[in-house]
């Protein structure tokens, strides 16, 4: 059964009135920050907001109270912001229960009827994480801790839940937060509780039988079984390949993968009347988007973009898209720039089985090649000089990751120099600022980098800073199984600044919550390395 038609038997119809009534609860929340800005400034660098990441960075002691007042503070005088709802929806879960997480949930709900697309932040890429953020384990970790005992309580949160879900269905469908693993939380929780147990016309296999959310298309029958429809390998295509662009090197396995899907099995074109196919063409606002972020430069939004937009609709046909991505990878280089020999060979193949695909066009007479974009595939893509042979030699040594350096001066030793030169928030800005050092371990491994150039300027505060934000990235990543030796090195040197901390006369009052977090990381090393470990604690 859909949830959607499970929660109407459980609440009866119109499940989203609960919410739609308690949406003027939030009124003094949602009024405009001033008569010319409505939703604010962005708060990126504000105290407060600096305040809650610094909290929801940590491994324990986390003050709810003070992301609560921040969040409050931040939301009515600066600016509206989805990330700060988010964080207060947490952070009022973890202080009050499943109340305070609908409260924030109506809240999130408010600001999106009040200010629509204005809110804050304004990308849409950035709009979907800040919401995504709420299905992340973190959040699901406390909630699964949450007692789910009273009624009310309950029909409150799936209220709000579910009107959150129909008002991000206004949303661009590359853009649209996933609250597929929320809502299965509610869903697998109420079929194993006794409130879900009493209602004796729902049965289990009822609850089990399609657990995903309302509504959505883009978000249903995902589901880890038998595919039979192109739709269902589609979305298990989405979801493996967000999943491979998270880990460290992943985007070139995503990348390849979607396209094997989309390709793989094209050996001619569509069916097409004077060049004219029955395809429907891709977005306009997709394409002005696209066009927009190569103006901006903004490489990796472009290649997260592209790959999202090639898996809609009819778009694996539209060329233009590789000749963006291939812009993107170009532009950032390093790991972004290791195989497109080898992905231009794949196009190539693929236009070569594919005869005069270039030649058409999409039912309202766009071409499925822009001009531009043929004169690139003549240039780049259909010339004899790509062969299969010069894929399989590989990237040649002087095309690594560090090619834009000499190769002896690591990340670590250039920002040194610069620190030495300009100045240590100057290093600190052009470690941040590397495009190679964005994703996966070498995200964790950029923040460590920081972390020892701080500790080496005498700066231990900002070093803890960023080993805890490392050390929880790591909680939910599966870095420190496949990479003990790295997961290692960082809890080592969070475990000794740490204590070095406690000698500290000024942190007495924080004694504790430190004590707390060096028993967790005691506990990690131990079970990395337990030999090596008890050579660090003595």
């Not at 869903?187 to 004796?200: C, F, I, N, P, V």
């Not at 460590?448 to 909680?475: F, R, T």
Request: aromatic share 10%.
């Amino acid at each position: 059964m859909m949830l959607q038609k499970w929660l109407e038997r459980l609440f009866g119809n119109n499940v989203t009135d609960i919410a739609e009534s308690r949406i003027d609860n939030w009124q003094e929340w949602t009024q405009p920050i001033d008569t010319n800005n409505p939703a604010g400034n962005d708060i990126t660098y504000d105290d407060d907001f600096e305040t809650i990441k610094s909290e929801l960075a940590k491994l324990s002691g986390i003050d709810n109270a003070l992301i609560i007042t921040c969040a409050e503070r931040l939301l009515k005088n600066s600016a509206k912001d989805l990330r700060v709802a988010a964080y207060y929806a947490y952070a009022n879960l973890r202080e009050n229960g499943l109340k305070g997480f609908s409260g924030g949930l109506e809240l999130i709900c408010s600001l999106l009827k009040v200010f629509g697309q204005e809110v804050w932040p304004r990308k849409p890429v950035q709009k979907r994480s800040a919401l995504d953020w709420l299905g992340s384990e973190k959040v699901l970790d406390i909630l699964s801790n949450t007692e789910l005992n009273n009624q009310q309580e309950i029909e409150h949160a799936l209220s709000a839940l579910i009107l959150l879900q129909n008002l991000l269905m206004e949303w661009e469908e590359a853009f649209r937060p996933n609250l597929l693993p929320l809502l299965q939380k509610f869903e697998q929780t109420l079929a194993d509780s006794a409130y879900g147990q009493q209602k004796d016309t729902i049965t289990t296999s009822e609850v089990t039988e399609q657990p995903i959310a309302v509504k959505a298309a883009a978000q249903s029958d995902i589901q880890v079984t038998a595919i039979g429809s192109v739709k269902a390998l589609l979305d298990q295509t989405r979801v493996m390949a967000a999943y491979l662009r998270q880990q460290d090197n992943g985007y070139w396995a995503a990348y390849k993968m979607i396209r094997a899907v989309r390709w793989g099995g094209l050996n001619s074109i569509p069916p097409a009347n004077d060049s004219k196919t029955r395809l429907k063409p891709p977005r306009s606002d997709l394409q002005s988007s696209l066009k927009r972020l190569v103006l901006e430069k903004q490489w990796l939004d472009l290649l997260e973009r592209v790959e999202i937009a090639f898996l809609e609709g009819a778009n694996h046909y539209w060329l233009d898209l590789q000749y963006y991505a291939w812009q993107g990878q170009k532009a950032l280089g390093g790991m972004y720039a290791t195989q497109i020999d080898s992905a231009l060979y794949e196009l190539k193949n693929f236009l070569g089985r594919c005869e005069g695909l270039i030649n058409l066009s999409f039912e309202d007479g766009s071409p499925f090649v822009s001009d531009n974009v043929n004169e690139w595939l003549q240039k780049h893509v259909l010339t004899p000089e790509l062969d299969f042979n010069s894929n399989l030699v590989g990237m040649r040594p002087s095309e690594n990751i560090f090619k834009d350096m000499p190769e002896a001066i690591s990340y670590e030793e250039e920002a040194a120099k610069i620190a030495v030169e300009t100045g240590l928030e100057a290093a600190m800005l052009w470690l941040d600022g590397q495009p190679q050092l964005q994703t996966g371990k070498a995200y964790y491994n950029k923040l460590l980098m920081m972390a020892k150039l701080a500790d080496s300027q005498q700066k231990s505060d900002w070093a803890l800073h960023l080993l805890e934000q490392v050390a929880a990235g790591l909680q939910h990543s599966t870095v420190d199984l496949w990479d003990k030796e790295f997961a290692f090195e960082i809890y080592s040197m969070f475990y000794k600044l740490l204590t070095a901390k406690t000698k500290r006369k000024d942190i007495q009052q924080d004694l504790y919550k430190i004590q707390e977090q060096i028993n967790q990381l005691q506990t990690r090393l131990m079970h990395i390395d337990a030999v090596r470990a008890l050579s660090i604690f003595h």
